[in-house]
């Protein structure tokens, strides 16, 4: 190994990709894992080594060595480059890790969105892949000489020293950097002086985790009722779950468990997955027996060949999933994997138990959440190529699954499948339709309120499920004008005839879900004597308002940046101790049902109370298991909940997802609220919804009585159409942002400038320089140029924009949002 650092040579990115030249290949262009280093390595290839493009090789970059992928491999130099400029690769440390055409749909993604492929690489593979949390130092210590201490400054006395404390000599360089402040200068300088080593470690499996299991194995006569309750909990779950599952599903702690031990009812013990993991098949759920439009729709999905978009249009409780579930098995059969794109997992536990309970073991979950190890594990698995189905969010749209024979986006029209605050801001259903043309497979996209975007996409097939199962009705939607509640001095949050339907769900033994747009208890406070607004010292925004109980603190708190204070008792301007609270939330909901409605039992299901892990399904748990009569929350709730006995939904205020100012407003707030009324009435008893707004004359309200998605459909394109927003024109949203508030609008002005001075042929419109919507978040300060153009010019005209990083000084981020749903 080369002790002097060796400067890398850059080389220029005009080898030809041409993966059938390994024979005659001397040498390979690697992507090595180094953010200074922007452009592809070129390393020689050892004699005897061989290597393919996606191997993860190590190589030696200046004095370490370091993770890198190989791109490309070249039979000959680029002009700059010569032989004896360049290194050897190391070793491959693992090998083929990407399915064929896996890097097209990288490089197509990193051109599409304007990113660096490294950061779509970044985002596609697990993270620790590549990264130097797997280089190791080690010492030599036959070649370390008596007295080494006294040629070393303090800083490599520190490594060497913590390095000789553990008896192989050898700890990760990141733990080094971690206990050592300024940790890198002592290696390099152990490593010029050729007293350690660095290598790379190979991603090792990771051991099946063993975890506390409870089994049911008898009865006691002489049980508590809470004992009762979690013991039934357990039967009806096959008598056998995980201690931490158990204790959440129920809401209960592990001492009532230890209990039900001590009575000879359940033993508790370490296990590594439960026995009906492992045997599936005798528990599996059958198919059931679909309708005439969901066999329609399954016929026409089984004779699919090859690339096809498909839009299941189906009212919300209309089948689509069982749809889904049946339309896989042939696939499957046939040997090939199914890739399932959901928006939130968190959100979702329904839809993968529904997977888990018909295909057992072939169901995997990939999300961001799990650790790092699992992810890679779960990487490894897909890579071997058996029929296997992958449910998971956003970015397992890169799931590297070698035979792909469907992709399925279920809630199609869900934002977060976009991603906004980190390149590539790409959206999962454009990168699944590449993916999909490339695998020569169909794209299935599902929802009951699909995006305009897909609802214009010319080239699919339509099918409708216009009924819910068993012709249940969708609920009846009653619109309350809530001026006229005031004229008639209802002073309440609850309408007239809210109250009616809150009263009666008790009395009739049913279940209700409260829609509030917003969390916490008020969204702003204000004084009112000066009519001073407590805001955010970091943002431009209000703060909210947060209480949760009689007593508790109060509290304000960004929803932004996360800044919170207590509240004070004065108003900081005037000194008036008159502050009032405006707005609505959760919080706020909550007590006041409270107050008006003491027998009612309430949940609130908002981010504030499902942060932890696993928050969701036990709260979700909690309502299926009768433990509370209504359900309070925000969009969460939107978001695929199939509860039976839910009759009554309520929109405490439309208005609030009603006036937003961005393009997607309109669309937006019709499929929050379609998606929330069709919560209602989905078991044997008839739903009800009832929707409260100062503005009955909206025209998504409008559209929402009748549920009738074409008539919103068609009056919201006409207006896109009037002024080229998509899914006509296209749009293209550079946001920068920086400490320093001119600097940030002189660099606007000038990448405007720049822009401006492209557009010769007048291919695009350029809007602005402007103020973001939100001028200041977390102290940095915003502007924005949206760049409209038509589709045809953005998909191929506009390559030069990421030159315009170059224009950006060093303390301004430049984010370019390809295609935003979001202006803010
Ligand atoms: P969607 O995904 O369209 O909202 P689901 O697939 O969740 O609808 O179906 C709603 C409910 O109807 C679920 O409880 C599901 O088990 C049930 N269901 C779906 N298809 C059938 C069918 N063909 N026969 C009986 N029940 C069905
Ligand atoms: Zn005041
Ligand atoms: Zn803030």
Not at 290 to 311: S, W
Not at 429 to 455: D, M, N, Q, Y
Not at 572 to 578: F, L, Q, R, T, W
Request: aromatic share 8%; glycine share 6%.
């Amino acid at each position: 190994m080369l002790n002097s650092p060796v400067v890398p040579v850059v080389a220029s990115s005009q080898g030809n990709y041409n993966p059938d030249n390994s024979q005659t290949a001397q040498w390979v262009e690697v992507l090595v894992d180094c953010p200074d280093i922007p452009g592809l390595l070129t390393y020689h290839l050892p004699s005897e080594m061989t290597v393919q493009p996606g191997d993860i090789l190590s190589v030696p970059l200046r004095n370490q060595i370091v993770g890198g992928i190989a791109i490309r491999l070249v039979s000959s130099l680029p002009e700059n480059l010569s032989e004896n400029q360049i290194r050897d690769v190391e070793t491959v440390v693992s090998e083929s890790l990407f399915p064929p055409r896996y890097w097209q749909l990288l490089e197509k993604v990193a051109h599409y969105y304007c990113s660096p492929l490294l950061s779509v690489i970044h985002t596609a593979l697990p993270p620790g892949l590549l990264g130097k949390s797997q280089l190791r130092i080690r010492l030599k210590p036959d070649v370390i000489p008596e007295g080494a201490t006294e040629f070393c400054s303090s800083v490599g006395v520190a490594v060497l020293r913590l390095l000789q404390s553990q008896q192989t000599g050898d700890y990760s360089a990141r733990y080094l950097r971690q206990q050592i402040k300024g940790a890198q200068r002592g290696i390099n300088e152990l490593m010029r002086r050729g007293w350690v080593e660095s290598y790379l470690q190979q991603p090792q499996q990771s051991r099946p985790k063993r975890q506390k299991a409870v089994l049911l194995v008898g009865e006691s006569p002489e049980l508590t009722p809470r004992q009762r309750e979690v013991l039934e909990f357990l039967r009806r779950r096959g008598g056998e779950l995980w201690l931490t599952e158990l204790l959440q599903a129920c809401s209960t702690t592990s001492s009532t468990v230890s209990g039900l031990e001590k009575k000879g009812c359940v033993v508790i013990q370490e296990q590594e997955r439960l026995r009906f993991a492992q045997t599936p098949d005798q528990e599996l759920d059958q198919p059931k027996t679909l309708n005439h439009a969901q066999q329609e729709a399954l016929n026409t999905i089984n004779a699919l060949d090859g690339f096809q978009q498909v839009l299941l249009h189906g009212v919300t409780g209309s089948g689509k999933t069982e749809v889904y579930l049946q339309a896989i098995a042939p696939i499957l059969q046939a040997g090939y994997s199914v890739l399932i794109l959901v928006p939130e997992i968190g959100l979702t536990p329904q839809l993968c138990d529904r997977f888990r309970a018909r295909y057992g073991n072939q169901v995997c979950i990939y999300h961001s959440a799990l650790s790092t190890g699992e992810r890679y594990d779960t990487w490894r698995q897909m890579l071997r190529g058996d029929p296997q189905i992958v449910i998971g969010t956003r970015s397992a749209v890169f799931a590297p699954l070698p035979k792909l024979g469907m992709i399925i986006l279920d809630e199609e029209h869900d934002s977060s499948f976009k991603q906004t605050q980190r390149l590539p801001t790409y959206h999962a259903r454009t990168v699944a339709k590449w993916r999909a043309e490339l695998e020569h497979c169909p794209l299935i996209l599902g929802s009951a309120t699909p995006s305009l975007e897909t609802w214009e996409t010319p080239e699919k097939y339509y099918l409708s499920l216009p009924e819910r199962i068993y012709s249940r009705p969708l609920p009846p939607i009653s619109v309350v004008d809530m001026r006229q509640e005031l004229q008639q001095g209802n002073r309440s949050i609850f309408s007239q005839p809210l109250q009616t339907a809150l009263q009666n769900l008790k009395a009739q033994g049913k279940q209700g879900i409260l829609f509030i747009p917003r969390r916490g208890h008020s969204t702003f406070v204000s004084c009112r004597s000066c009519g001073y607004v407590m805001e955010c010292p970091h943002c431009d925004v209000s703060l909210s308002y947060h209480y949760t109980h009689e007593g508790g603190t109060q509290s304000l708190r960004c929803h932004y940046c996360n800044h919170t204070q207590l509240q004070p008792k004065q108003c900081p301007a005037c000194g008036s101790p008159y502050l009032k609270h405006f707005g609505t939330g959760t919080q706020r909901v909550k007590q006041a049902l409270e107050q008006e409605f003491p027998d009612l039992r309430t949940l609130r299901f908002d981010s504030d109370t499902t942060r932890t892990k696993g928050a969701h399904r036990s709260l979700l748990n909690q309502f299926t298991n009768y433990e509370a009569d209504l359900l309070v929350g925000t969009q969460m709730l939107t978001k695929g909940l199939d509860i039976a006995q839910v009759t009554l939904v309520a929109v405490v205020s439309a208005d609030g997802v009603l006036h937003r100012s961005d393009y997607m407003a309109a669309e937006r707030a019709f499929q929050t609220l379609a998606q929330v009324a069709g919560r209602a009435g989905r078991g044997d008893d008839p739903g009800q919804v009832i929707i409260q707004t100062y503005n009955p004359e909206h025209p998504v309200i409008a559209a929402l009585y009748n549920h009738d998605y074409r008539r919103f459909a068609q009056a919201e394109l006409e207006n896109r159409y009037a002024y080229n927003y998509p899914p006509y024109g296209k749009l293209i949203l550079l946001n920068l942002s920086g400490l320093d508030a001119l600097e940030v609008q002189q660099t606007a002005t000038l990448l405007a400038d720049v822009c401006r001075s492209k557009n010769e042929e007048n291919q695009y419109e350029v809007l602005g320089p402007a103020p973001a919507s939100v001028m200041r978040i977390a102290r940095r300060y915003r502007w924005q140029i949206l760049l409209k153009c038509s589709r045809t010019e953005g998909e191929n005209q506009l390559s030069w924009l990421t030159d315009l990083y170059q224009f950006c000084p060093k303390n301004i981020s430049l984010n370019i949002d390809v295609d935003p749903l979001d202006m803010g």
